[in-house]
């Protein structure tokens, strides 16, 4: 699986620690979009890039981190096709997942711990969307 992943300067830290982890990771490729220091950028740039990598087709999963999660998902949810999902546990990821078909995971690096955020990560990729009833209502979104 092709993941791009971006980062403002709130998820600096932790993107380095999870692409520790997801790098010893068989099957993942990981396309790194940036930022890789804590100069002070603007977040939907970097939502921006992942979003486009998706849209094209270079990835088929994304991963952004802001402080919060919250102006990424933002960001990121403007995109057609874009599903979003701001986890903060590993129920709320395996249902954006199995219900929404999340196809970007959010976090907020200044409010989930890493140990949590590597454990949201191992379901949200794991995890397949079920479809049936929720492929209507993913439909229905982009009507
Ligand atoms: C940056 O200071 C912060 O506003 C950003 O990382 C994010 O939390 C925005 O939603």
Request: hydrophobic share 45%; charged share 20%; glycine share 12%.
């Given at each position: 699986?092709?993941?791009?992943?971006?980062?403002?300067?709130?998820?600096?830290?932790?993107?380095?620690?999870l692409l520790q982890?997801?790098?010893?990771?068989?099957?993942?490729?990981?396309?790194?979009?940036?930022?890789?220091?804590?100069?002070?950028?603007?977040?939907?740039?970097?939502?921006?890039?992942?979003?486009?990598?998706?849209?094209?087709?270079?990835?088929?999963?994304?991963?952004?981190?802001c402080g919060t999660?919250?102006?990424?998902?933002?960001?990121?949810?403007?995109?057609?096709?874009?599903?979003?999902?701001?986890?903060h546990d590993e129920?709320?990821?395996?249902?954006?997942?199995?219900?929404?078909?999340?196809?970007?995971?959010?976090?907020?690096?200044?409010?989930?711990?890493?140990?949590?955020?590597?454990?949201?990560?191992?379901?949200?990729?794991?995890?397949?969307?079920?479809?049936?009833?929720?492929?209507?209502?993913?439909?229905?979104?982009?009507?």
């Open positions: 699986m092709i993941i791009a992943i971006a980062n403002d300067h709130g998820g600096t830290e932790l993107k380095h620690f982890q997801m790098q010893k990771q068989e099957g993942l490729k990981i396309i790194d979009l940036g930022i890789n220091d804590l100069h002070s950028v603007d977040y939907p740039e970097y939502a921006g890039r992942v979003c486009q990598a998706l849209r094209a087709g270079e990835a088929e999963r994304g991963i952004l981190i999660g919250l102006g990424m998902s933002m960001a990121a949810n403007r995109y057609p096709g874009i599903r979003a999902a701001l986890c129920f709320t990821a395996r249902l954006s997942r199995q219900h929404n078909d999340a196809n970007i995971l959010v976090l907020g690096g200044r409010v989930t711990g890493a140990p949590v955020a590597e454990a949201i990560v191992q379901v949200w990729l794991a995890t397949a969307f079920e479809g049936g009833r929720h492929q209507r209502r993913i439909q229905l979104m982009d009507k």
